[in-house]
C-alpha cells in the first residue's frame, strides 16, 4: 500500500496542488468569498476571483495571503481545507505525507496553525518549507551540491531572492513589492494621467497584455475602460507599453536592488558559480515582460526564465518528497 504524498504551493495568488504520481491537479486563484452577513464561505478559487471587485455590500471576495503575511488566518485555513478536501484525501489508501511552501515571513504561530489545518483534513506527517529553496529545485537546479544557485521568485504579493548552496539557503532577501504593487502602479498611473478609475483586474491586464519593465522592449498598445472620475460615466483610453514601462520603473527598481544586495553578500565561491550558472527566475512575476533583460544588464550575469515559472514550486514539492528519504537527515519528522 502506497501513500500519495501532496505538495502545496501555498501562494499569495495561486494556489497549486501536486499529487505523487499525478502531477500538478489544482491550480486556483487563492481568493475566498464570503458573506459577512452570514458569516459564510460562498466559494472559493477561480469562482471566487471572478467575484473581485464585483460584489454587493455583504460579500467580500478575499485575497487572505496577499501582502505575503496571512492577513486572516480564519479564511486561509479555510481555504486550505477546501482545497485539500477536494482531494479527497480521506479516501486515499494511507494517509499522506503533506508538503507545504508558504511566504517566507509567516509567524511560527501561523506556521502551526497551516500545519494543524493540513492534519485536520487528513495528512499523517506535515513539512513546512521555504518557497525560494523549492521554487530552485521546480526549476531543476540540483541545489544539493557544494555550488551556488540563485534564483529570484516574483509572485503575487512578495518577492524572494536567495542563493542556495548544499540544500539551504545562504544568503536572501524578502521584500512585499510583487506583482500586486506593479497592478496598484498602474492603477495610480491611469488614475493620474486620465482621470479614469480601473479595478485591479484591468490594471493586471495591462500589465500582462501591453507591459515592460525594460526600456523599448516593447511596443504595442491596449483599449481599455474604466469610469471617469470627472464626469462619473464610462469611458475608453489607448495605453501604450512605454507608458507602463515608466509607472512600473520605480518599483521594478527595488526588486533590482534586492537581488544586488543579496549578491552583494554572497561569499565569493558561490558568486564565481552564479555567474557560470545564471540567476533563475521563477514565479508569475518571471513572465514580466523585459524583467530578465532588465535583470542581466543590472547584476551583470545571465538571467534564465524557469520553463513554466508559476508551476515552479509545485513540481519542486513533488521533486522534494520523491528525494525526502534519500537527503541528508534533517528534522522532517
Ligand atoms: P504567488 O506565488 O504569490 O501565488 P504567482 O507565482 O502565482 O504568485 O504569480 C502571480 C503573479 O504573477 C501575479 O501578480 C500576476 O499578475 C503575475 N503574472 C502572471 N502572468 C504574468 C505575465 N504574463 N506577465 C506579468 N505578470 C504575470
Ligand atoms: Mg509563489
Redesign the pocket.
Known sequence: MFARDIGI?L?TANVLIHVKGKGIILNEPSVVAIDRQLEKVLAVGEEARRMVGRTPGNISAIRPLKDGVIANFEITEAMLKHFINKLDVKGFLSKPRILICCPTNITSVEQKAIREAAMKSGGKKVILEE?PKIAAIGAGMDIFQPSGNMVV?I?GGTTDVAVLSMGEIVTSSSLKMAGDKLDMEILQYIKREYKLLIGERTAEDIKISVGTVFPGARNEEIDIRGRDMVSGLPRTITVRSEEIEKALHESVALIVQASKSVLERTPPELSADIIDRGVILT?GGALLHGIDQLLSDELKVPVLIAENPMEC?AIGTGIMLENLDKLPVRNYS
Open positions: 504551493d501562494g518557497e521568485d509572485g514565479g514550486v
